[in-house]
C-alpha cells in the first residue's frame, strides 16, 4: 500500500531556543535561506507524499503563512520583474497539500499525532518531526516507506546516540535482522544512561500502520507526564511487529544549538553562492 499521507507535529514550544522562539516558530529557524520546516516537507514530499497535516498550536502561525500565498509580496516582484524571487515564492505555497490540525495545549508527541485520526482515515502514514534535517540521496522517510512496503509494517528510524544523551531519546532494544534492520523488541522513552536497553535511538522519523493511533489512545500520561509515541509504539508492539531501521544519511538536530550551528556551516558549504566566502572566513578565524 502507498504512503501519501504524512503528519508532521510543530506544537513545540522550543525552549531549547529560547529566548529566540519566543516569539517565533522553532521550525522557522532558517538554515541559510530556508527554514527548517521546508527541507523536512521537501524531505516528506520527495518521498512520495502528496498531504502533509500539520499539528500546530498557539503562536505557529508563521508556518501557517509561510506556506501560503503572499500577494503582497507577489505583486511586489512582480512590479519588480524579479521573476526568479517570484517564482520561487509562488513554488512553495503550492509545494503540496497542507492541512492545518491545532493541538488546544501541548499534552505529548503522541497525543499531537492522535488529533490527526480522522483525517489519517485508517491509512498508513508517516511521522515527521520538525525540528530533524536529515540529508540523503534517498530521503530518510523513502527509505523508511520502502521497508514499509517490503513488510508491510510500521518503521522506526534509528541510528547510534552518545550513550550519554539516551535521556533525549526512545532509545531500542532490537533484535537484528541484517545491519540496518532489527525487529523491534522494546522501546523506551528518554531512560537514562544506566538503564538504557541500547544507545540506538528513534530519531524524529516513523512509517505507521494505522492501528498505532488505537494504541496511543490507550496509553496514559508517561514521561514528563506527557501523552507519548514512544508508549504507543510499546502498545502496538505487542500485536504487530515492527522494525527498527538504521537509516543511511546524515541528521542534524536543529533544535540543538551545536547541531543547528553545523547545519548552517554544512550547507553554506554545500551552497555555490556562499561556498567559496565562507572557506575562506573558515581559514581567516584558523581552523
Ligand atoms: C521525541 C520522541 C523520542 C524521539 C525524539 C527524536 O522526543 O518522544 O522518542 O527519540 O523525539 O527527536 P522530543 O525530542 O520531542 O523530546
Known sequence: MEIKKAVIPVAGMGTRFLPATKSMPKEMLPVIDKPVIHYVVEEAIASGIDDIIFITGRSKRSIEDYFDDSPELESHLRQKNSDKLLKMVQDISSMVDIHYIRQKEPRGLGDAILTAKKHINDEPFAVLLGDDIIVNKTPCTKQLIDNFQKYGRSTIAVEEVP???????????????????????????????????????????????????DCIKQTTAGVGNEIQLTDGIRLLNKEQKIYAYRFTGKRYDTGDKVEYVKAIIDFALGNEETKKEIMEHIKDIGL
Open 163 to 213: 550513550p550519554e544523551k539516551t535521556g533525549n531519546y526512545g532509545i531500542i532494544q532490537g533484535k537484528p535482522m541484517d545491519e540496518s534492520l532489527y525487529i523491534l523488541e522494546d522501546i523506551i522513552e528518554k531512560p537514562d544512561p544506566k538503564e538504557a536497553p541500547s544507545n540506538i535511538g528513534a530519531i524524529g522519523r516513523y512509517v505507521f500502520t494505522p492501528e498505532i493511533l
